[in-house]
């Protein structure tokens, strides 16, 4: 199996079918069934990479060819991307056989009248590569930022007024740092049968899996060098669910109680429905999600999880539901938004979400606020979040619902950046909504 023609493959997936990048990579990974590990981290780390820094390759390759690369034919754009890429970033490629193997693709692929002209481009890049020039940091700082983190200038413009550029720049070059697996353990699960903690983390240690205690959350670990999470040990016990520890600590925050009925109202996969029943050991949760398909991700951590204290249901959160008002002890409103949190493991993100998008996402969440709210009892938890960082959808959002329902208080709330600080970039709000 050719590696790089694989690549190429997934790279005009993304490119002409707007599949996002890590949803592709893990067909192609599924489907190809690479045995060779090398092989398989080569093949992730180049479509990675040339996702991640798209518009920087873009802006090379842009100098050094006739032909823009928005007027190429998408099989030789994602060539130049590749072979700019591994020339760029790729040390242990040597630039002629990045160069030779796209040509050879080009020929493959049915373009053998344009193999001359990657050719052409990918000898002067690997020849030109110590002296790049790129947009002037002190003239154009803004420019500077969009091109060598490859993030659209509109989001680093925002992202500068909002945060300032120091802290901008930081969040975005967060996009490019390898990131540990955070797990929440499930301490009760892990003793039933008869471990421990220590016990657990030394049959990890074991395994060769390298185990460090999470920056925020007691019960989290931050695991290192795996294959393949469900191959861990404990993974099919339950031992444990992969979640982020700003999610932990979100939930954590919502002070849910043993006997509590919580209501997640935009659950799927489920990580924060599962860790709310680990709370309300013998309480209740009620997880929701609008999307059919996305419900089997929930049941399937739940049965590995083996909680029993969970009903699962396809719900629109913008409908509102007469039975259920004020019946929660909790609602999580884990509400979609623009994911500016997770650039680093959506590397795709970036590119995709436009000012308009984030409007809308704004009057949806408002909206769905406005429904969630009513669930919940006099002396119950509103728990807001989103995996975002604009104030728009965080901060300012709720602003605008404590001053529409002065029914509830702001007991709490946190901004995570990524970068900044050791986890996704996420905002939570604990609203409190007061007794009758
Ligand atoms: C941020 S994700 C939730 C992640 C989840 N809470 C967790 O911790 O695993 C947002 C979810 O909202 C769902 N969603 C979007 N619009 C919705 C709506 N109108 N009603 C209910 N769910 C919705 C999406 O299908 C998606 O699964």
């Given at each position: 199996m050719d590696t790089r023609d694989v690549a190429l493959t997934v790279l005009l997936d993304i490119e002409t079918n707007q599949t996002f990048s890590n949803i592709a990579l893990g067909n192609a990974l599924r489907k190809n069934q690479f045995t060779d590990k090398v092989e398989r981290a080569f093949l992730s780390r180049l479509v990675e990479g040339v996702t991640e820094t798209k518009l920087r390759l873009d802006y090379v390759i842009d100098q050094y060819s006739k032909t823009k690369i928005k007027k190429c034919k998408p099989v030789i754009a994602c060539l130049l991307r590749m072979g700019c890429y591994q020339i760029l970033f790729m040390d242990s490629v040597p630039d002629s056989a990045a160069c030779n193997e796209c040509v050879k693709l080009a020929k493959k692929h049915g373009f053998a009248g344009l193999s001359g002209f990657v050719n052409g481009v990918l000898r002067t890049i690997t020849r030109e590569k110590t002296k790049l020039a790129y947009p002037d940091q002190k003239r154009e700082p803004e420019r500077y930022l969009s091109v060598m983190t490859s993030t659209p200038l509109w989001l680093v413009q925002k992202l500068i007024l909002e945060y300032g550029t120091e802290s901008a720049e930081t969040i975005f070059q967060a996009a490019f740092a390898d990131r540990k697996t955070s797990i929440r353990l499930n301490k009760h699960r892990i003793e039933e049968n008869g471990e421990t903690m220590d016990s657990y983390k030394n049959r990890l240690k074991e395994a060769g899996i390298t185990v460090e205690p999470g920056?925020?959350?007691?019960?989290a670990w931050l695991l290192s060098g795996y294959d393949f999470i469900h191959k861990i040990p404990g993974y099919k016990q339950g031992y444990f669910t992969v979640q982020d520890e700003s999610s932990m600590c979100a939930v954590a925050a919502?002070?849910?109680?043993?006997?509590d009925f919580v209501m997640?109202?935009?659950?799927?996969?489920g990580g924060k429905t599962t860790a709310a029943a680990e709370f309300a050991q013998q309480g209740h949760v009620l997880s929701m999600d609008i999307a059919e398909e996305k419900l089997e991700l929930i049941e399937e951590n739940v049965e590995r999880l083996k909680l029993a204290n969970v009903d699962i249901r396809c719900q629109d959160a913008t409908e509102y539901m007469q039975e259920q008002e004020k019946k929660a002890d909790v609602v999580i409103a884990d509400l979609p938004c623009s994911g500016l949190g997770i650039m680093g493991r959506k590397n795709d993100i970036k590119y995709r979400v436009t000012e308009e998008q984030i409007e809308s996402l704004v009057e949806l969440q408002h909206t769905i606020l406005q429904n969630a709210c009513r669930y919940v009892k006099a002396g119950g938890t509103l728990l807001y979040s989103t995996c975002t960082i604009t104030k728009e959808e965080n901060t300012l959002q709720v602003e605008r619902f404590l001053k529409e329902h002065p029914e509830y208080t702001l007991k709490e709330q946190r901004q995570f950046l990524q970068g900044i600080d050791a986890c996704d970039g996420f905002y939570y709000a604990v609203l409190h909504k007061l007794g009758d």
């Open positions: 920056a925020y959350y007691e019960g919502a002070g849910i109680q043993p006997a997640d109202i935009c659950a799927a996969p």
